[in-house]
């Protein structure tokens, strides 16, 4: 009796473990996601069960991580639920347009990323959308591990880091008709991991440092990445691997 209930007691530890492994993808656009899920299982061992914002489970605790990747309206209960599992402990990894205009009318969501995006012209710092866009992705953090772990860069782009005069080679990788976000307003400190560079509509060559970032929120911890309008933008094996990184990243 004693030795089944050993059995018993190990194998609900394991379970729990294989639980606090798996990553849940809140969104509204799946195709994508099951992309993304498919390549961060097949790159990392990584499993993911994806859910719309009205299928949330009661809690979000037992995972490993959560994915936001929602286009349209953010619901104020999934707010609250993201915002208190990250300042719970949790790690949330916010992706493309989880900071959008549509999210300007929720009450907590900006201030919680620390993010403003300004309602003004482009050229005066207002934020825009630019789309068919090839963009440049380049690494601002080189001895970083959600940067660095498993990943070979496939090019080296030419690029001016904000606040800087000098032209420098950084390494990256180009992701083709997709979706850039311009001036996006960081407000307080964070660790910058990641660039863009691309040509709007116009021939005007944007560069800024804010493609990637993170930063830690009460006892948890908080990651965004702007690229992800396209299928083809979580096809590409480098990005799929730098998201994996972000989960695999212990801070």
């Not at 999934?78 to 949790?90: K, L």
């Amino acid at each position: 009796m004693k030795y089944w209930l050993i059995i018993l007691v190990c194998l609900l530890m394991s379970v729990g473990r294989v639980t606090a492994q798996d990553v849940l993808i809140v969104a509204d656009e799946i195709p994508a996601m099951e992309v993304l899920a498919k390549g961060m299982q097949q790159q990392e061992g990584l499993t993911s069960k994806i859910v719309t914002q009205t299928d949330m489970p009661a809690t979000l605790a037992n995972f490993r991580a959560v994915i936001v990747y929602i286009h349209k309206d953010l619901d104020s209960i999934p707010e609250r639920a993201f915002i208190r599992y990250a300042q719970n402990g949790g790690k949330l990894l916010c992706l493309h347009h989880s900071i959008s205009s549509a999210k300007r009318k929720n009450k907590e969501w900006f201030s919680f990323l620390g993010i403003d995006l300004p309602k003004k012209d482009v050229s005066e710092g207002g934020y825009k959308y630019v789309g068919d866009v090839d963009m440049a992705v380049v690494n601002l953090a080189p001895k970083h591990f959600i940067t660095s772990h498993k990943i070979t860069y496939a090019s080296t782009i030419a690029y001016t880091r904000e606040g800087s005069q000098k032209e420098g080679q950084f390494p990256g990788f180009v992701l083709q008709k997709t979706e850039g976000f311009l001036n996006h307003q960081l407000l307080g400190s964070r660790t910058i991991l990641l660039g863009f560079k691309f040509t709007d509509t116009a021939g005007k060559v944007w560069m800024q440092d804010r493609s990637a970032w993170c930063i830690p929120v009460g006892k948890g911890w908080l990651f965004y990445s702007q690229p992800g309008h396209a299928i083809s933008d979580f096809e590409n094996l480098i990005y799929t691997q730098l998201i994996a990184n972000a989960i695999l990243y212990k801070p």
